[in-house]
């Protein structure tokens, strides 16, 4: 197995960027020359990807991406796809698999092995379709050189709104791209998630969540985020089944891990009582999950990263996830995506694209139930696509796919479904099953007063 993943890895094609991706300690980074940021409105687009095709034309050149409502949308709608006349170019299964194992993860491949009847992949025409409002791409650039890492890469100052990192130098630097990405200002959605056993049956669990994002506010100034040191406040209250529906979870997330840790809190409806929850971090597993996630998987990667040493590999030409409406729509029910094994490949859409690798070891001194995780980053939005993760025994043991879509009324480029396959049980947990539910509300207007722990307790006794 080890001499599979070395194998892999030297297949990585290294994209004609004209950055270097020279690995250096924290400690000794330098600040992004003024060059360099110079770039990011010629060769690279402003959040650091190429502007140009790959020498083959199988990704396009990058245009901007989605930058109007598609025609017949309205705010509050399912959106609607854009692309929905392209037709599938090939199909990948386990008898031609081989043949495009350079543009695969180890992860992706060992699930046409253990699903070889069922599991399929199909591929449409590359769409960058990914893309952000214009004062995003303003704070990006005006990150590029500014922005540093504290506490060791456990923390973060002098960015704000936008990508803080758009000339990576380190993997710390490439996951902290990821975790502050732009989402929005705020958003109320409702969905939920089911985790199928072997069989195919399931329970779906439904959430209504919401989220306020002061680092994505437009006008945040880097000053006043590292004097308040929050990222984002999420809150979550469970809605269905009737037996943990009340159960509820807050959680203030701060730029500075270090600093301020994570602060949680949860609320059980049989106590009636708010509890500070501390271990909702690492791998703590994930709510109600049947332990086929850590808490660390949500979102592909959050919360602090310093369990871990990270190494950004380069680039790689990718097949992922992308502009997924179809599995987005409200045309389907949960019924129609869950099945054994996997969900169903008829409604998944797959393009190539460039990806940023990074990798992630477990640090000596650290614990956590994953050794080592791969991330493969989408680099038109700095969205994990892709994540292969490994055991104690450097064997293959989750793989982590997120289902991304362009949110156009934003814009926002972000995931309708994660799921993660757990390859030892043959199970897997999909996240954000929104086809059935009231659609994602990004205007949502949302007081910071109701992200507080006597919010949590008045809101689970209704």
Same mark, same amino acid.
């Given at each position: 197995?080890?001499?599979? #993943? ?33 770039? =990011? ?8 990807? %190429? ?7 199988? #990704? ?6 989605? +930058? ?27 008898? !031609? ?49 500014? +922005? ?5 890469? $456990? ?16 993997? =710390?630097?490439?996951?902290?791209? *990821? #975790? ?48 308040? /040191? ?5 809150? &979550? ?18 730029? !500075? ?22 271990? %909702? ?27 871990? /040493? ?5 680039? &790689? ?26 969900? $169903?490949?008829? *409604? ?12 992630? !070891? ?6 956590? +139930? ?21 055991? $104690? ?12 879509? $362009? ?5 926002? &480029? ?9 390859? &030892? ?38």
């Amino acid at each position: 197995m080890i001499n599979i #993943i070395k194998n892999s890895l030297k297949k990585l094609t290294l994209a004609s960027v004209a950055v270097s991706l020279a690995i250096v300690s924290t400690a000794t980074l330098a600040k992004v020359s003024p060059t360099e940021v110079a770039k =990011l409105s010629k060769e690279l687009t402003p959040i650091g990807a %190429v502007r140009a095709g790959n020498k083959d034309g199988s #990704i396009p050149s990058w245009s901007g991406g989605i +930058t109007s409502v598609p025609a017949g949308y309205t705010v509050g709608d399912h959106h609607i796809d854009p692309f929905s006349t392209d037709k599938v170019k090939y199909t990948i299964t386990a008898a !031609n698999v081989a043949e495009h194992k350079a543009m695969l993860t180890p992860g992706q491949v060992k699930l046409f092995e253990t699903y070889p009847d069922t599991y399929k992949m199909n591929v449409y025409q590359s769409r960058r379709s990914a893309s952000y409002p214009e004062h995003v791409y303003q704070a990006s650039i005006d990150n590029a050189g500014r +922005t540093e890492l504290v506490e060791g890469g $456990n923390g973060i100052e002098n960015a704000a709104v936008g990508i803080p990192f758009p000339v990576p130098k380190d993997g =710390l630097e490439a996951i902290w791209n *990821h #975790i502050l990405r732009y989402r929005g200002e705020s958003l109320s959605r409702e969905g939920g998630q089911a985790a199928p056993t072997a069989s195919g049956d399931y329970t779906y669990l439904g959430f209504d969540d919401q989220l306020i994002i002061p680092y994505g506010v437009k006008g945040a100034s880097a000053e006043k985020l590292k004097e308040t /040191n929050i990222l984002f406040k999420f809150k &979550q209250k469970v809605t269905e089944p009737a037996r943990l529906a009340g159960t509820a979870l807050l959680v203030h997330e701060t730029m !500075n891990q270090i600093q301020t840790p994570r602060q949680a809190w949860t609320y059980n409806t049989g106590q009636r009582r708010v509890r500070r929850a501390p271990n %909702v971090a690492y791998d703590t597993p994930g709510t109600a999950s049947d332990g086929l996630r850590t808490t660390d998987d949500f979102d592909m990667f959050n919360g602090a990263p310093n369990r871990y /040493n990270w190494t950004l590999k380069g680039k &790689q030409e990718l097949l992922i996830p992308y502009n997924d409406y179809r599995l987005h729509s409200d045309k389907l029910k949960y019924a129609d995506i869950l099945q054994p094994g996997h969900i $169903n490949p008829e *409604h998944v859409r797959y393009e190539k694209h460039r990806v940023w690798v990074v990798e992630a !070891n477990l640090k000596s001194d650290t614990r956590h +139930t994953y050794k080592k995780r791969v991330f493969f980053i989408d680099e038109d939005s700095w969205q994990i696509a892709v994540t292969d993760i490994y055991d $104690n025994r450097d064997e293959l043991y989750r793989v982590g796919v997120a289902h991304g879509l $362009n949110y156009y009324e934003v814009p926002t &480029q972000w995931s309708t479904l994660e799921v993660f396959h757990d390859l &030892q049980s043959r199970r897997y947990i999909a996240m954000g099953l929104d086809n059935e539910a009231k659609m994602y509300d990004f205007s949502a207007e949302l007081e910071d007063i109701s992200f507080t722990s006597s919010a949590l307790r008045r809101e689970g006794r209704r």
